[in-house]
Structures are given as structure tokens and as C-alpha cells.
């Protein structure tokens, strides 16, 4: 008889306790694993220096921080999303429609995105148009669209050694794999001029939608196995190559600095990565990173406004904060983004 | 075998009768072999498997151990005055103005002094001196004055943890070589650090924090401990228990003893055996919907957490508790129920008693397994920075954000610093103790109080 007694108060508590669950008192924060370091060290910081209890970080992806985020207005929605990209049109709308109309875009600096390879192999110098003849789906030989034929880094480029091919990209969940098809990819392709076969080979109905597709022929990777998706984390990445040792990943910043003992990272026209690279745009390959604010929750949660004010500080952010020190390339509108957190100026216009 | 003369009479090639039986034939020979053969197989089969046992469990625990383990630096520091509270009227409001990072001048210094005493030249800067110490000393120390601001203007020695390079270094995880391309640390802070070390102030030993402590960012993985995770496992393991057990044994008492046997309850015999083989990711996708969008509780919380886990939990309780019952003799009920007890007395007051070892083995074996379980905790939030907050009493136990330990150790196998990997190994012990520990128990209870029939 004990186990209905047991179960029936067990349900009791349950109850009661979930109808006075309602005041929710930490920030709950979820979106990029790229912000999720830098989040993490502010969100201890901010627990260690206010008397908020230390926010909540999860990580999930962009996309997917994005989607909860625009779920709705109330307590059990996340407050702010952490992304790795900016907000689409298409994420703005579906937020209004769910009731979240007053975003406010917060600015926290660069990342910068390199290419490494394991520590004791060949070093490489890199432009980006060798990683799209590396790796795009259709590449033009002698003026004619044809399959990638190329094998080996030697068939990219002469300059190299005849290293197989063995590519290990973020896949189409992380944002770092938009900035690597725009930066790296789409920018080999226009600067060899690729583009124009593809414009010349593409169909549409007029020169927009023409351009678009071409657009998507340049990015499209060839799916040979030369080039593996990787949908992990980066520590996945770090264990294929430690497994390929022809292997060339893309990493974060952060991440490569903090395993110097086991990669080397590839230049990019000839500039060696660096948060001072990346700072003055130099290094070709970096992405600015955000997060987003519910303003709806500034005042309903206790210590938002306070935790975002508190992330884009100068002692924070700045150039000598703990951000800068794990690898963040601080913003050097650092200012304006902090009078905008101030002002609580929402995407769009307006306050 | 049972008859040796008809067996040789029926193969031409066998010798003839007059041969005595002491001696084997072609045939037993190959038959014995054929035995041997077999039990050959089976000790290759459990070599291999011991194997492989014996390499994870070296591995987990080459790997792990050292997270047991922490570099700490023994320091005096003069808790200044004109740093610390510059009105110097002792208000708590305005000694919380400070921040932790205005305290990283005041340890550098207090090193600075401290190195003076012992005569150590090392070339560097206090700031530089400095970084060898882990950024959770700040906040130790700030968390020390504010708890006792009477302090201030005094001279205190601390214990503080060293830098997650510094660690792996005492540890032989970082060497001299390693560090050539590392901006985090220099070679001349390493041979600092071996000053240090002979002076005796820079040492290892024994971590309880990373038992007992909360998580840390990636940028002080020497600060990390799995207790707050613990505690979220803790959380679950109530709500489990709580819901499981009781639901799952009036539904097996149910099936077993009073519902009649029809297509009906046959159906619901397989679907509960199916239930068993489910995905435990699916029942995260279940919780997510049912719990925090339609019933709105918290997210992240174990309260969740717990909820999802007993569906996961229910069908193995249900299966083992059915199994026990089925194995009391219905001599028990048919004994009972002549001397006149109601079929209900007859299964409370002897079935049940009876079945109780077998029940609580399988609870506990469900609990086991609920407690290693990852998947469904990623989708009800449960995988992220948030074992950082102790939960400040048993309601906020239930509901307030935590992780698991399982999740806990994903999340630090995903971080960059390597340090955190050798955490993740540390948290596999600390679960695996766990786990052994239960299933120990489940196996005590049934050899003591286990009936065979």
C-alpha cells in the first residue's frame, strides 16, 4: 500500500512544484557550439561578479538556437540565441509571427577560420582558389565544364606535394560552413573565373535567378568522398585527421589554438592566421558572430539586460578581456555596440 | 552413443567388435575433438572478451586519473586595502564593486613577493607570472573577502589551482616541444614553473573539487568538477524511482495476477516488450513535446529529465517485475486463497513479499541503465554550460537548470582545451563507480533473498 502512498505524493510535489515554477531566475542562452566557449566564460564571469546566479549555455547550432528563440515570448523560451551568422529574413518573420518582434542584435566580434593539418606532415599555403579546384563538383578544364578529376594537392596545384585529397569540412548544420562557401569556395571560384561558365551553363528565367544558380553550382562539393562532411564538433574533426594524417580540417581559432601540440595551420594568400590578422582583415576567412535578445524578457527575466550589457563590456570583449585571450577577434566597433545594448535598439529601426 | 555395436555395425569402415571399448574409435575421436574444438571456441570467446575489458579499463583509468589529481600553488596574498575597498568603510556593496578581474593585479603582485622570498629569478613580468595561475583564483579570492570583508588589510595564504598548461605539464601532458606554436603559455613560464616546483610551492594533489565541484568554462577546465551533474543525476534518479517503480509494479501486479487473458492484454504484452527495444532518443523527442511544449515545465530541468527517463525505465521494471511474479509457485496463491483470503490479500500479503528480490533487482538494473543514458537529455536541454549553479534546495533540486554526468562528460569531450578530455575520462570513472556499485547491489539482493522453487 506503501507504493501508493509513495506515488501519490511524489505527483503531489510534482505538481505543486511545477505551478510554482513559473518565476524562472537564471538567463537561459542556446544556439552556436563556435559562441559556446566565449558564452560560457562570460556567463561564469557574470555568475561570479553579480549576484544573478550564472546563466544557462547551450549549444545546438545556429539554426537551432535561432529556431527556439523565434518559438515565442514567455518563460519557457530561451532568452537569447547565440549564432555564428546573422539572422535570416526568413527567421526574422517566422519570430513576428510567433510574437517575437523586438530582437536586439548584439555584435561581440570576429572569428577567424582556419585550415590545419597534423602536426608532423606537410605544411600548405593556401588560396582559395586551390580549395575550390580541390573540391568543388564541377571545375573548368581547357574552357569546358568537366567532373573534378583532381586526386591529389599536386594536381591542384604544382606547387604542392602529392598529398591525397581528404577534406574535413563542417556540414551544412554549422554556420561556419556558410562562411567557408562564401569566403573560400565562391571566392576561388569568381577569382578564376570559373563563374562565368557556370553563368553561361546556368538556366533561369532571368539574370537574378541566373546569377543564383551559378552561384550554387560554384559552392556545390563534390561528393567523391574526397570532401566528408563533419557533423560534429570539432574535436571530430581533430580525431579524423588524427586518424588520416593527409587529412586538412576546418577549425575555429580557438580551437587550433588550443591544440598547437597536435596541428599546423595552413596560410591563406600568405597570411598566417592571428587574432591580429583576422583584426585587421588581412586573413580572408573570418565571420562575425552575434546573439540575439528577446526585449520582451528584458525586465521579466532577472540580470538580461545586465548579462548582455556585461558580454560586449571592455573588460570582456575588449582587446585584452578573456574573450580576446581564447581567441575572439574583438570588434573594434565595440562602442556603438554597446550603446545599442544600452539603448535596447532593436533589429529593424525603432526601440 | 547409446549403442556402440549398432553404430559401428551401420559404418563399413569400423573395426571390428573383438577391438576393446577402452580403445576411442575414428568416429568417438572425432567427436571428442569436435568437444574440444567447441570448448576451445568458448575460451577464445571469453579471452576476448576479457581483452577488451582489460583495455577499456586500463584506458579509462590511464586516462582518467589524472583528473583526480590537480596542480595547486600555495600563496600568500596581502588583501590591500586601497585595492579592495577604497572608501575603506567596509561596506559589502562596495566591496562587490570590484570585480575578478580587479583582483589579477593583486595576485600577480602577491606572487611577485612571493618569489622574492624564495630567491627565484625567472625574467618575467608579475603579469606573466600571473597567467600560470588558473582565472577561478580571482574568484576565490574575491568570493573569500566578500564572505569575509573583516579580512581585509590582512595577509592570507591560499590555496590556488595553476593554469590547465601548467597542470598538464606537472602531469606530462605538455612539454617544452608541444608548446612552440601555443600562445597560452611560454617556455620561460615552464621553467618558472620548475622553480617553483622544487621550491615545494607548486605541487599536486588530491582534487575533491573535481568530485564535488561545479562546472567551468572552457577557459579554466582545471576548475571543472562533476558534483552539480551528480546532483542532476541524483534529481532523476528520485523522480525515476518514484514514478517508475510504483507504476510499473501495479501495472505488472495488474497484468500478471487479476486481468483476464484476452487479445486485448496480449496486445498490450507485446507493446510493452516493444516499448523495452525503443530508441532512447525517441522518448527525448517524446519529453520535449509532451513535457516542454505542451505541459510547459522547464527546460533543462531534472524534473524533465526524470519524466522522460521513467518511460524509458517503465518497460524494463514492468518485464522483470512480471517475471518474479510468474516465478511464485501458484501453490502460494491456491494455499492462500483456500484458507479464505481475498485474491488481493492472497498477492499483497504473499505473492508480492515473494517477488520482492526480483522486483527490486530489476528497478535497480533499470535505474542503472536510466543513469548512463545521454540521448534523451540532449533534446530536453540538459547538454550544455549548466552545471554551473548548485541547486540551493530540494525543489530547485527538482526544477531549477542541471546536467547529468553522462551529459556532462559528452559536453567536456566536445570542448577544445585537451584538458577537458582527461576530465571526461575522470567523469567515466566516477560514473562507471556508479554503475558497478548498483548493479553489485542488484546482484547481493538476489543471491541473499532471491527463493528458488
Redesign the interface.
Same mark, same amino acid.
Given at each position: 500500500?506503501s507504493?501508493?502512498k509513495?506515488?501519490a505524493s511524489?505527483?503531489a510535489i510534482?505538481a505543486v512544484?511545477?505551478t510554482?515554477?513559473t518565476a524562472?531566475d537564471?538567463v537561459?542562452v542556446?544556439g552556436s557550439?563556435t559562441v559556446?566557449?566565449y558564452?560560457?566564460?562570460v556567463?561564469?564571469?557574470f555568475?561570479?561578479?553579480f549576484?544573478f546566479?550564472?546563466p544557462?549555455?547551450?549549444?545546438g547550432g545556429s539554426s537551432a538556437g535561432l529556431k527556439r528563440f523565434c518559438e515565442g515570448v514567455g518563460?519557457?523560451t530561451?532568452d537569447v540565441a547565440n549564432a555564428s551568422r546573422q539572422i535570416r529574413e526568413k527567421e526574422i518573420k517566422a519570430c513576428a509571427d510567433a510574437g517575437v518582434t523586438d530582437i536586439i542584435e548584439v555584435q561581440i566580434g570576429y572569428d577567424g577560420i582556419v585550415f590545419a593539418s597534423d602536426i608532423n606532415g606537410n605544411s600548405f599555403e593556401f588560396t582559395p582558389e586551390d580549395w575550390y579546384n580541390a573540391l568543388s563538383a564541377q571545375i573548368v578544364v581547357d574552357g569546358q565544364l568537366v567532373d573534378n578529376p583532381n586526386k591529389t594537392w599536386a594536381d591542384v596545384n604544382p606547387a604542392f606535394p602529392a598529398q591525397p585529397i581528404a577534406a574535413f569540412i563542417p556540414g551544412t548544420k554549422h554556420g561556419t560552413r556558410e562562411v567557408f562557401e562564401d569566403k573560400v569556395i565562391l571566392a576561388g571560384c569568381e577569382h578564376l573565373g570559373d563563374f562565368d561558365a557556370y553563368l553561361a551553363a546556368a538556366e533561369g528565367d532571368n539574370d537574378k535567378a541566373k546569377k543564383k544558380a551559378a552561384e550554387k553550382a560554384c559552392i556545390a562539393l563534390r561528393t567523391d568522398g574526397v570532401s566528408v562532411d563533419i557533423d560534429?564538433?570539432?574535436?571530430e574533426t581533430l580525431a579524423r585527421i588524427d586518424s588520416n594524417k593527409d587529412g586538412i580540417g576546418v577549425f575555429g581559432l580557438?580551437?587550433y589554438?588550443?591544440?598547437?601540440?597536435k596541428l599546423?595551420?595552413a596560410t591563406m594568400s600568405g597570411i598566417v592566421p592571428s587574432t591580429e590578422s583576422i583584426a585587421t582583415g588581412e586573413y580572408p576567412v573570418s565571420r562575425p558572430l552575434f546573439f540575439y535578445v528577446k526585449k520582451a524578457h528584458i525586465g521579466v527575466i532577472p540580470g538580461l539586460k545586465e548579462y548582455a550589457e556585461f558580454f560586449v563590456a571592455d573588460?570582456i570583449a575588449g582587446p585584452d578581456g578573456?574573450l580576446a585571450?581564447?581567441g575572439l577577434v574583438s570588434d573594434p566597433e565595440l562602442v556603438k555596440v554597446q550603446e545599442a545594448v544600452a539603448n535596447e535598439t532593436v533589429l529593424g529601426g525603432g526601440s | 552413443m547409446t549403442d556402440f555395436s549398432q553404430s559401428s555395425e551401420a559404418t563399413p569402415t569400423a573395426k571390428p567388435k573383438s577391438e576393446s571399448l577402452f580403445k576411442m574409435d575414428a568416429r568417438t575421436k572425432k567427436r571428442n575433438a569436435a568437444e574440444t574444438r567447441f570448448k576451445f571456441y568458448g575460451i577464445v570467446a571469453i579471452g576476448i572478451g576479457l581483452l577488451m575489458l582489460v583495455v577499456l579499463v586500463t584506458n579509462i583509468v590511464t586516462a582518467g586519473t589524472g583528473a583526480f589529481q590537480q596542480s595547486f600553488l600555495d600563496l600568500n596574498v596581502e588583501l590591500k586595502a586601497d585595492k579592495l575597498d577604497k572608501k575603506g568603510n567596509r561596506n559589502i556593496e562596495d566591496i562587490?564593486k570590484v570585480?575578478?578581474?580587479g583582483y589579477a593585479p593583486l595576485i600577480a603582485s602577491a606572487l611577485e613577493s612571493e618569489v622574492e622570498k624564495l630567491g627565484i629569478q625567472s625574467g618575467l613580468t608579475p603579469k606573466e607570472m600571473g597567467k600560470i595561475l588558473s582565472?577561478a583564483a580571482q574568484?576565490e579570492l *574575491?568570493?573569500f573577502v566578500i564572505a569575509n570583508p573583516g579580512k581585509i588589510g590582512e595577509t592570507v595564504s591560499f590555496r590556488f589551482l595553476v593554469n590547465s598548461r601548467v597542470d598538464g605539464y606537472m602531469k606530462g601532458r605538455?612539454s617544452r616541444e608541444?608548446?612552440?606554436?601555443?600562445?597560452?603559455i611560454s617556455v620561460e613560464q615552464l621553467d618558472f614553473v620548475d622553480q617553483l616546483r622544487n621550491a615545494g610551492v607548486l605541487y599536486k594533489a588530491f582534487n575533491p573539487d573535481f568530485i564535488f565541484g561545479t562546472d567551468?568554462?572552457?577557459?579554466?577546465p582545471e576548475a571543472a568538477g562533476i558534483g552539480v551533474a551528480m546532483l542532476g543525476s541524483l534529481f532523476m534518479m528520485f523522480?525515476v524511482l518514484?514514478?517508475a517503480?510504483?507504476?510499473g509494479?501495479?501495472a505488472s501486479i495488474y497484468l500478471e495476477e487479476f486481468a483476464p487473458q484476452n487479445r486485448l492484454t496480449d496486445i498490450i504484452e507485446v507493446n510493452i516488450s516493444n516499448l523495452a527495444a525503443v530508441p532512447s532518443i525517441v522518448f527525448g523527442i517524446l519529453g520535449l513535446a509532451v513535457f516542454?511544449n505542451y505541459?510547459?515545465?522547464?527546460?533543462?530541468?531534472p524534473?524533465v529529465g526524470g519524466l522522460v527517463l521513467t518511460l524509458m525505465t517503465l518497460p524494463t521494471i514492468i518485464i522483470s517485475t512480471r517475471a518474479s511474479l510468474k516465478a511464485v509457485p501458484p501453490s502460494i496463491r491456491d494455499a492462500a486463497l483456500g484458507v479464505g483470503a481475498s485474491k488481493m490479500q492472497a498477492v499483497?500479503h504473499h505473492v508480492l513479499p515473494l517477488a520482492a528480490p526480483g522486483i527490486l533487482t530489476g528497478t535497480i538494473i533499470g535505474l542503472a541503465q536510466a543513469l548512463g543514458e545521454t540521448a534523451p537529455l540532449l533534446l530536453i536541454?540538459m547538454?550544455?554550460?549548466?552545471a554551473?549553479?548548485a541547486p540551493d534546495g530540494v525543489?530547485a533540486g527538482?526544477?531549477?537548470?542541471n546536467s547529468a554526468m553522462p551529459a556532462q562528460i559528452y559536453e567536456w569531450?566536445? *570542448?577544445?582545451?585537451?584538458a577537458f578530455y582527461e576530465r571526461a575520462w575522470g567523469g567515466i570513472i566516477i560514473l562507471l563507480i556508479f554503475l558497478v556499485t548498483m548493479n553489485t547491489i542488484a546482484v547481493i539482493l538476489r543471491r541473499r533473498f532471491e527463493r528458488r522453487w
Open positions: 500500500m507504493f501508493v509513495l506515488s511524489a505527483l510534482a512544484s511545477a510554482t515554477a524562472r537564471q537561459q542556446a557550439s559556446l566557449p558564452a560560457s566564460i556567463a561564469e564571469a555568475g561570479e561578479n549576484d546566479p550564472t544557462v549555455v547551450e549549444s518563460e519557457n530561451i560534429g564538433d570539432y574535436t580557438a580551437f589554438e588550443n591544440n598547437t601540440d599546423q595551420v573588460e578573456p585571450e581564447y | 562587490k570585480s575578478t578581474f582565472k574568484a *574575491r568570493n605538455v608541444s608548446i612552440a606554436n601555443d600562445k597560452g567551468a568554462s572552457d577557459q579554466r523522480v518514484a514514478l517503480l510504483p507504476i509494479v501495479a516542454i505541459m510547459h515545465l522547464p527546460t533543462s530541468a524534473l499483497f536541454g547538454v550544455g554550460f549548466i554551473s549553479n525543489v527538482f526544477l531549477s537548470p569531450s566536445k *570542448r577544445a582545451d585537451p
